[in-house]
């Protein structure tokens, strides 16, 4: 597998795990009682959400700067270490 797959996959992942999180928030509108979100919900939404942004959004970073490097050292005629 790619490095570019990895990354996408990665990506991909961490915006279910937000879409998730924001349907779980569209549907604590419609369980009773209605209109009224429960703070079991905002907790569930911002503990996935934390989740998806600090693992996956910092380590996506990091690796998307690393693997542009290498590009960039390679289109340079170096080889990876």
């Known amino acids: 597998m790619t490095v570019r797959r990895k990354l ?11 879409m998730s999180g924001i349907i779980l928030l569209i ?4 369980v009773p009682p209605i209109g009224e979100i429960h703070n079991s919900v905002l907790i ?3 503990e996935v959400s934390t989740f998806a942004g600090g693992l996956f959004g910092v380590d996506y970073t990091y690796k998307y700067k690393k693997h542009k490097n290498n590009l960039n050292n390679n ?7």
């Open 8 to 18: 996408s996959i990665q990506l991909w992942t961490a915006f279910i795990l937000c």
């Open 27 to 30: 549907m604590g509108f419609w």
């Open 44 to 46: 569930a939404y911002g």
């Open 75 to 81: 289109s340079d005629g170096q080889t990876d270490a």
